[in-house]
C-alpha cells in the first residue's frame, strides 16, 4: 500500500464533493414541471459537467498519470461515475477502502455511449455500418425537379436531407420531399427529413448599382439601405437593402459589419435618411468581393433583439411540423428562445408528432454562453440535437476563437449526451469546384468527433458525400470523441511481415 497518494486521493474526494454540491445549485436553476424521462440522467450529468469545468484541473489531471489511474480526460459521458471510479481506484493503492455510494448514479442498463447513440438514433436515424457519424446534405432547388441526383446522393451515403427554408417554396419542398421518399424507399437507403427554419437572418434583399459587376473592394464606400426603393447617393455606385430593416435602428457611427461569413468588413461612417454609408475595411480578393443578394449580414458588435421567429418563419413552421422528421431553428440565443419556441409548437403539433425532435443553430456569442440552459430548456420536453453553424459563429466571434469554441460545445454535448451536426463550409472546394484542398480533409477527420457532418450544395456535391463517406469508414476505427480506439497501425503490422 501506498500512503503517497493519500494527498492526491483527499483532492479527488474534495473535487467530487464540491462538483455534488455545485451541481445541485445548476439544477435548481434548471425548473420543469416535468422532464422526459430519457433525459433526466443527461441532465444531472450535464449538470456534474459544468460544474467540474468551473475550475482549472491540470495539476490533478498530471498528478494521476504517474500512478496509472485513468485521467479525468474522457469523463463527459459519466462525470460522477468517473470521478468515484478514481477515487476508488486510488483507494486500492492507498490501502483505504471507499465507500460504494455514487451521489447519482449511472442507469444500469446504459453504458458510457449508449445514451448519446440512443438520441442520434431518435434524432437523425440508424447510422452506416461502417461508421456512426453521418451525413447530412443541403438539398439545392434543383433537388426538386432531379429525382436521379437525390438518388445519387442516397447511394452516395447520405443519412438525412436538409431542407433550407430561406430559399425556395412550399411547392419545391414538397417535391424535393417526394423524391427523398422515392429514392429511399428504391435505394434501401434511410433518410431523415430536417427543414430548417431560417430566423431572423439579415441578408441582402435587393441590390442597387451603377457598377457592371458590383464588387466591392478596400476602400470603397456603400450604402446599407433601409429603404425598400433604394437612391444612390452622390458618389457611391452600389447600394443594397436588407431583408429586417428595423435591425439597422441600432447601429452607430464606428458599428463593424460583415457581409458573406465575413468576405467583406465594414466600418460605418455616416448615418442618413436613407440608411448608413459604409467604408470597406477589409475583403477577401485585392480585386474586390462580388456583392450578391441573399447573402448574410451580421453585426458581430450589435446584440440584435429580434424574436426569435418571424411572420415568414411562422408560415414556413406550419408546413414543416407536417412533413419533417426534425426541425431546426435558426439563431437561437437562450432559453427563453427555446420557450417561445415549444409554445408555437404545442399549438401546431398535432398528436402523432407530440415528440418531433428540434435542433438548435448555434452561431452567436449569446448562444455560446447560454449553451447549457439552451441544453436543458429543450431536451427536458422533446429529443434535442445542436447544429455548430461555424459560417456566421466564426463572424460573430473570430475566426481565432471558433476552434477553442467548438471543442467547448462537443464537450457539453457530449456531456448532455446531445447529438451535434458539424456544419458549414464541409470540403466546399470540392463540393464548388470538384477539387478539394488539404485542410479540407483534415476538417472532415475533426468533424468526425461530432454525430453528423452537414455539406452544402454544389455541383459537385454528390462526389462530396463519397469522399466524406470514405473518410469517415476509414478514420472512426481509430477515434472516437477523445478516445484512442487502439486499432492496430498498418505501419506496425507492415514491421512484422
Request: with cysteine.
Amino acid at each position: 500500500m501506498n500512503k503517497e497518494a493519500v494527498p492526491l486521493l483527499n483532492d479527488v474526494k474534495q473535487i467530487r464533493e464540491q462538483v455534488k454540491n455545485d451541481s445541485r445549485e445548476i439544477l435548481s436553476g434548471w425548473q420543469h414541471d416535468q422532464i422526459r424521462e430519457d433525459s433526466e440522467y443527461s441532465l444531472h450529468n450535464l449538470a456534474a459537467y459544468m460544474a467540474f469545468r468551473r475550475h482549472d484541473h491540470r495539476g490533478i489531471q498530471n498528478a494521476l498519470i504517474p500512478w496509472g489511474v485513468s485521467s479525468l480526460g474522457r469523463l463527459e459521458p459519466n462525470v460522477s461515475g468517473t470521478l468515484d471510479a478514481v477515487i476508488k481506484t486510488l483507494g486500492y493503492i492507498t490501502g483505504e477502502k471507499q465507500d460504494d455510494t455514487e451521489y447519482f448514479k449511472y442507469p444500469e442498463s446504459a453504458d458510457r455511449n449508449s445514451l448519446l447513440e440512443k438520441n442520434t438514433e431518435t434524432l437523425l436515424g440508424k447510422s452506416s455500418g461502417s461508421r456512426h457519424t453521418q451525413i447530412m446534405v443541403t438539398m439545392p432547388s434543383t433537388a426538386a425537379k432531379d429525382y436521379e441526383l437525390v438518388k445519387e446522393l442516397l447511394e452516395s451515403g447520405m443519412n438525412s436531407a436538409r431542407i433550407n427554408c430561406a430559399h425556395d417554396n412550399e411547392s419545391a419542398w414538397s417535391q424535393m420531399i417526394e423524391n427523398i421518399i422515392k429514392g429511399s424507399a428504391e435505394t434501401g437507403q434511410p433518410c431523415k427529413i430536417m427543414m430548417d427554419i431560417s430566423g431572423p437572418k439579415v441578408r441582402i434583399k435587393t441590390l442597387l448599382t451603377s457598377r457592371r459587376n458590383p464588387k466591392l473592394k478596400i476602400g470603397d464606400t456603400f450604402l446599407l439601405s433601409n429603404q425598400e426603393a433604394m437612391v444612390l447617393p452622390d458618389k457611391i455606385e452600389v447600394a443594397i437593402n436588407t431583408s429586417v430593416p428595423e435591425v439597422l435602428r441600432n447601429v452607430d457611427i464606428g458599428q463593424l459589419i460583415k457581409i458573406d461569413d465575413g468576405q467583406i468588413e465594414a466600418e460605418v461612417t455616416e448615418i442618413e435618411d436613407g440608411g448608413l454609408i459604409c467604408q470597406v475595411t477589409k475583403a477577401a480578393k485585392d480585386k474586390g468581393v462580388k456583392v450578391k443578394t441573399e447573402k448574410g449580414i451580421n453585426f458581430p458588435d450589435l446584440d440584435i433583439n429580434l424574436k426569435v421567429l418571424t411572420e415568414k418563419d411562422l408560415s414556413d413552421l406550419e408546413f414543416a411540423v407536417s412533413h419533417a422528421d426534425v426541425i431546426a431553428f435558426s439563431f437561437i440565443k437562450s432559453a427563453e428562445d427555446i420557450k417561445y419556441i415549444e409554445d408555437k409548437l404545442k399549438r401546431l403539433l398535432p398528436q402523432d408528432k407530440k415528440n418531433l425532435p428540434i435542433i438548435a443553430k448555434i452561431e452567436t456569442t449569446e448562444a455560446i454562453n447560454e449553451i447549457p440552459n439552451i441544453i436543458a430548456e429543450a431536451a427536458a420536453v422533446r429529443p434535442f440535437g445542436v447544429m455548430v453553424a461555424r459560417g456566421d459563429l466564426a463572424v460573430e466571434i473570430g475566426y481565432e476563437r471558433l476552434s477553442e469554441i467548438q471543442e467547448e460545445l462537443l464537450w457539453i454535448c457530449e456531456a448532455a449526451q446531445i447529438p451535434v451536426i458539424w456544419a458549414t463550409q464541409v470540403l466546399e472546394s470540392l463540393i464548388k469546384t470538384g477539387i478539394p484542398t488539404r485542410s479540407e480533409i483534415s476538417d472532415v477527420v475533426a468533424g468526425a468527433r461530432a454525430e453528423c457532418i452537414m455539406l452544402n450544395k454544389g455541383d459537385y456535391i454528390a462526389e462530396g458525400v463519397k469522399t466524406v463517406d470514405d473518410i469517415l469508414s476509414k478514420s472512426e476505427n481509430h477515434n472516437y470523441k477523445k478516445t484512442a480506439m487502439l486499432r492496430a497501425l498498418n505501419i506496425s503490422k507492415a514491421m512484422f511481415e
